[in-house]
């Protein structure tokens, strides 16, 4: 790398906007906050058919075409909205060549994250790489239980081939250290809360739902197996009939395989939003709830849940996997035992009885967020990159490449 220029880093991942999920939008808060802190900024990731990208046009601050690459993909035939990238290895060669990085991070462990790591080690380049997702936890969900040890085994391989694997929380990080990934290290736990606050509560958002007295609850989330918003549901039905008619609403934002299947079941007082715009109408939608519920056991982060919490939310939610990191049970929110459709029923039934108690636990839930700043947190990543690359002076300010 030359003294004169600033530091060049490519991600390398197979999930970017306008695809909505956790992932996507962590990478595209972390390209924009790295060149922001002067680094030049590259992206290898799927192409997105024209549809999804028409149908994501606007609605997503984060949302860029991809400067680097973009490789041809097909969708999943059992969840459309996932693309699987070819393996073109000559795109990504063709990208190594022209951009010439000094850092690679792979932000996932399926064909691009694979192609961008073994085009970097041939290289001589640094790796890096996140581990948002446990996917071996997910077999289970899909009834795929015997590949899960061979699940794990792939994901442990890939990353101890990296000088440095983040994940955003310490059940996570454990997970790697069982898996003999030494350099593992916690980075990841932030959230926006001025885009997500207390303050953009809308009372006609509310009554769009209900009586001006309905207790809404919210759940935002992809809509798949491993998340068990089908539990939310089975949940929210004994909620129904213990409580008086029009005394609830439950409304889910998201998309995903499942949501055919959740629709079908055709439970009163329940509204689909599908994906939703995250930096205008989400935000109004979470401040505007009186308490969120999850169901997922799997997360490494969650990161609706700080979303919630940042807007002044109650969280329903099991303490499991990253969940538990900063879930406070009578502080910011309320634990159930996993899968426990009775006892989460029974937690959203005494907040929807005890008004002031949600009010209290959404104050909790504010502080907890108020702490977790994505400023600090790309601040850490930045000087953790620097700390990978060759000893450099004068390093000039960067950009992110300009979209191709």
Excluded at 95 to 108: A, K
Excluded at 232 to 251: C, M, S
Excluded at 326 to 339: Q, T
Excluded at 361 to 367: D, K
Aim: hydrophobic content about 45%; some cysteine; proline content about 6%.
């Amino acid at each position: 790398m030359h003294a004169s220029r600033a530091p060049r880093i490519l991600f390398c991942t197979d999930t970017y906007p306008p695809q909505v999920n956790g992932v996507s939008v962590v990478t595209a808060l972390s390209v924009a906050g790295l060149a922001q802190r002067g680094w030049d900024c590259a992206v290898i990731a799927p192409r997105y058919p024209a549809a999804v990208r028409d149908a994501f046009a606007g609605h997503d601050a984060y949302q860029a075409t991809i400067a680097g690459a973009a490789l041809a993909s097909t969708a999943l035939p059992f969840y459309p909205d996932i693309r699987l990238a070819a393996p073109d290895t000559g795109t990504v060669a063709s990208c190594f060549r022209r951009f010439q990085p000094d850092l690679v991070h792979c932000e996932t462990e399926f064909v691009i994250g694979w192609l961008g790591q073994r085009a970097a080690l041939r290289r001589g380049i640094p790796v890096t790489s996140s581990y948002h997702t446990d996917f071996a936890r997910y077999t289970d969900a899909y009834s795929l239980g015997w590949l899960k040890p061979h699940v794990r085994e792939w994901i442990a391989r890939f990353h101890r081939r990296s000088a440095l694997t983040v994940t955003p929380s310490e059940p996570a990080r454990q997970d790697l250290l069982a898996m003999r990934v030494p350099q593992a290290l916690v980075w990841g736990r932030g959230v926006d809360i001025d885009t997500f606050h207390p303050g953009h509560r809308s009372t006609a958002l509310r009554v769009a739902y209900g009586r001006p007295d309905t207790f809404i609850f919210l759940h935002v989330g992809r809509l798949a197996a491993e998340k068990g918003t089908d539990r939310i549901l089975r949940a929210y039905e004994i909620v129904r009939g213990q409580l008086p008619e029009g005394a609830v609403h439950l409304v889910i934002a998201g998309a995903g395989p499942c949501e055919p299947d959740l629709r079908a079941r055709m439970t009163e007082g329940v509204t689909y939003l599908g994906n939703l715009d995250r930096q205008t109408i989400l935000p109004r939608l979470y401040a505007s709830a009186d308490a969120f519920v999850f169901a997922s056991l799997t997360e490494t982060l969650g990161l609706v849940i700080l979303e919630a919490m940042a807007s002044g939310l109650p969280v329903i939610a099991a303490p499991a996997g990253g969940v538990a990191d900063h879930l406070r049970h009578e502080v910011n929110g309320l634990a159930y035992a996993p899968a426990d459709v009775g006892h989460m029923a029974k937690a959203m039934v005494r907040l929807a009885l005890d008004r002031a108690a949600a009010v209290r636990l959404g104050r909790g839930a504010r502080v907890t967020a108020a702490q977790l700043s994505w400023s600090a947190e790309l601040d850490r990543l930045d000087v953790l990159y620097r700390g990978i690359l060759p000893e450099q002076a004068d390093r000039a300010p960067g950009v992110t490449v300009a979209v191709a």
